[in-house]
Nanobody, 119 residues
């Protein structure tokens, strides 16, 4: 079993900041990539940022100058990843999902964290 749990969502004013956290745990030997997607009402789920096992990063153009993705490799039994979002805009309002890609197992998703940016 693999579990992904997001935290850190909430309500923030436009221009503010928020940090999302994702903990991946369970039957995981390694992770190929771990990242963040978001889905706004009536829209398709889209990539926000992703980090591969080698540390390479892919960030969506819409948020490129405003988000930072990072991870904590110090824990031995869980995988921690963070998404720091700054200068938030109303259009950043969405449910943010953590996703992990695990060799031979496939993709896993968290339950999502609501981020609401008031204008």
């Amino acid at each position: 079993q693999v579990q992904l749990v997001e935290s850190g969502g909430g309500l923030v004013q436009a221009g503010g900041s928020l940090r999302l956290s994702c903990v991946a745990s369970g039957d995981i030997n390694e992770i190929n990539a771990m990242g963040w997607y978001r889905q706004a009402p009536g829209k398709q789920r889209e990539l926000v940022a992703q980090m591969s096992y080698d540390g390479s990063v892919n960030i969506a153009d819409a948020v490129k100058d405003r988000v930072t993705i990072s991870r904590d490799n110090t824990k031995k039994t869980v995988y921690l990843q963070y998404l720091q979002m700054n200068s938030l805009k109303h259009e950043d309002t969405a449910v943010y999902f953590c996703k992990a890609t695990i060799p031979l197992k496939g993709h896993y998703w968290g339950q999502g964290a609501q981020v609401t940016v008031s204008s």
